[in-house]
């Protein structure tokens, strides 16, 4: 595996210029695999070690490169077959047959879903108790699509940080609170029906919520009806909480259904109403550290500005005093620190809200909370024409059913279907696949289009690729139980085929480094998709059934591998693998 020729490689290294391996390894990548003629295996970075202070910064890097290409070949080693000095880079071609060996053993010893999470590489990265916040949608209002991203990039985000080692919270912090209820609640008391909210409970909230707003629009008398609704529960009085929490119910049991179908759990459902109160602490700390300004219309502000000349300010109480959702947000930020105790916590919503976040942080560390450091906004783009057949989209079960339906029907067209015990669950996941994978290819900021033919073909970067792949793979596996051994002879693997799948399960723990460093699902989706395309041809390539015994046996270590792998990082991704399809 990709640690021990780190590590060898970083030993001779080390030899050589007489430095300890460790400052070696994060100089040593594994070469992507560009092109099906590829030579060498790792790189060192002449430019790091310049950098790092191990080779002069002064004089020609060239020169410095290819002296130090010439000592190292000196030093003999059956595990680096060639050395060679690129443009300012060393290249190091690894001894084939080893090279099959040691990337392949881990699968025979049944510790396949460990394998690329015990590197040198995660040795440099926190470890400890992470929050991540996600998904965080509004009681009293369906699911609506535009909470997809949250929710499956903070489920990522989860799962990754979860696979390295931390201890991860999972966080849905409800839009429970605010004069929305007070519309909510008094326009239930006029349009409500108990028997329409047994039979389709947010369906009939949404219905009233539309038609109150109507109303409050032109009649004075809803829009105070509304104000003292909300007044009541914010006093606690039973009959407006007993309601509320009767809609919060309803809400999150609905919710729930939903996030089954996406394969996504939380552990803890909070909410803005949990800090009501406490966001009225938050204002007498900020007046106790003088941090609270009044300004004309009597509303409650923080100074930001650099110069302290209130010419950029953070409105933090209402001029009635009632609290805003930021007030709340710091009352959020201070108790989860009390009761977690996290090393960092990550929140994960649209890009609108990067101001709102930088404003925070910014209370927070001014309150004299050093932890707010630790907190991080991963903010992402808009989905752009996201519409079923019926039209625009208001609601994600409508994204989900569609996405089955249309890949229910793509997969009738199989022969393999009939197999299938269940094709409508293979197809909901398999649906729920093409969905994040569209979403993850590019950077999380961007928009994107959302693009219903593309996302589910069988062929090319989709999701669907990605579980096509798999189930030939499991497949392959079934076919031919009882051929695989527990040893089996590298030396069969030396064709070009199986170097660059060798290869590239190289890179494997690079990539979730990369993924840890900036939380961008984007590297591990597109080496998985490479892995897919590698091994779809590969299994052109490389008969199984026909071969050798010892020939099938090596082959299907391999495919086992990659499929282990795929698996794995699929997992993370927040994707369920199907074995059939």
């Not at 609905?254 to 803005?272: A, N």
């Not at 409508?398 to 029907?409: K, N, P, T, Y």
């Amino acid at each position: 595996m990709a640690c021990f020729f780190r590590r060898r490689i970083a030993e001779k290294l080390g030899r050589t210029l007489q430095q300890s391996e460790e400052a070696f390894i994060p100089a040593l990548s594994a070469v992507p695999v560009f092109k099906k003629q590829q030579a060498a295996d790792f790189r060192l970075s002449v430019s790091t070690l310049r950098i790092s202070g191990i080779l002069p910064s002064s004089g020609d890097i060239q020169l410095q490169t290819e002296d130090l290409a010439t000592r190292l070949k000196q030093d003999a080693d059956a595990v680096v077959e060639d050395i060679s000095a690129g443009c300012a880079v060393i290249n190091f071609r690894l001894n084939r047959t080893l090279l099959a060996q040691k990337t392949l053993e881990p699968f025979g010893k049944g510790e396949d879903d460990k394998f690329g999470l015990n590197s040198e590489l995660f040795k440099t990265l926190k470890r400890g108790t992470t929050l991540v916040e996600y998904s965080s949608p509004n009681i009293a209002k369906k699911f609506h699509a535009g909470h997809l991203r949250s929710t499956i990039i903070g489920n990522f985000i989860a799962n990754l940080k979860q696979s390295l080692g931390n201890r991860v919270i999972r966080m849905n912090y409800l839009g429970d609170w605010g004069m929305q209820f007070g519309l909510l609640g008094a326009g239930f008391g006029q349009f409500g029906c108990q028997e329409k909210l047994k039979q389709n409970p947010l369906q009939h909230l949404f219905e009233v919520y539309v038609q109150v707003n109507k109303e409050a629009e032109h009649d004075e008398d809803v829009k105070q009806a509304a104000r003292d609704f909300f007044r009541q529960l914010e006093q606690r009085e039973s009959e407006a909480v007993s309601l509320w929490q009767k809609f919060r119910e309803i809400t999150v049991d609905e919710y729930q259904q939903v996030y089954k179908r996406l394969g996504v759990h939380f552990d803890i459902y909070s909410g803005e109403s949990f800090h009501q109160d406490q966001a009225q602490e938050v204002v007498q700390q900020l007046q106790s550290r003088g941090l609270l300004k009044t300004v004309e219309n009597g509303a409650g502000v923080v100074d930001l500005s650099p110069a302290g000349d209130m010419s950029s300010v953070c409105t933090v109480l209402r001029s009635d005093g009632t609290s805003l959702y930021i007030t709340r947000d710091l009352a959020a930020a201070m108790d989860r620190t009390e009761k977690h105790h996290f090393d960092e916590m990550i929140y994960v919503t649209d890009k609108s809200q990067v101001n709102h976040f930088h404003q925070l942080f910014q209370i927070l560390l001014a309150m004299g909370h050093t932890w707010a450091d630790r907190c991080h906004h991963v903010p992402f783009g808009l989905v752009r024409g996201m519409k079923t057949r019926s039209g625009e989209v208001v609601f994600l079960e409508d994204v989900l059913d569609e996405a089955r339906a249309r890949m229910l029907h793509n997969m009738s067209q199989a022969k393999t279907t009939k197999e299938m015990e269940n094709p409508e669950d293979t197809a909901e996941k398999v649906g729920v696949s093409a969905l994040i994978v569209q979403d993850f290819k590019g950077p999380l900021l961007s928009d994107y289009t959302f693009d219903w033919d593309r996302m589910l073909q069988a062929r090319g970067d989709t999701g669907v690729f990605l579980q096509y792949t798999h189930a030939r793979l499991r497949s392959l596996m079934w076919r031919n139980e009882g051929v695989e051994a527990a040893t089996f002879d590298p030396s069969l693997l030396l064709d070009q085929a199986s170097v660059v799948i060798l290869q590239h399960l190289l890179r494997y723990d690079e990539v979730l480094y990369q993924s840890a460093q900036d939380l961008q699902p984007k590297h591990l989706v597109n080496y998985l998709l490479k892995l897919s395309h590698m091994s779809a041809s590969a299994h052109r390539e490389l008969p199984v059934k026909g071969s050798p015994q010892d020939v099938a046996q090596a082959r299907l270590r391999l495919f086992s591998a990659a499929c282990s792998v795929l698996a794995n990082g699929m997992r993370i991704l927040g994707i369920t693998p199907v074995d059939r399809m």
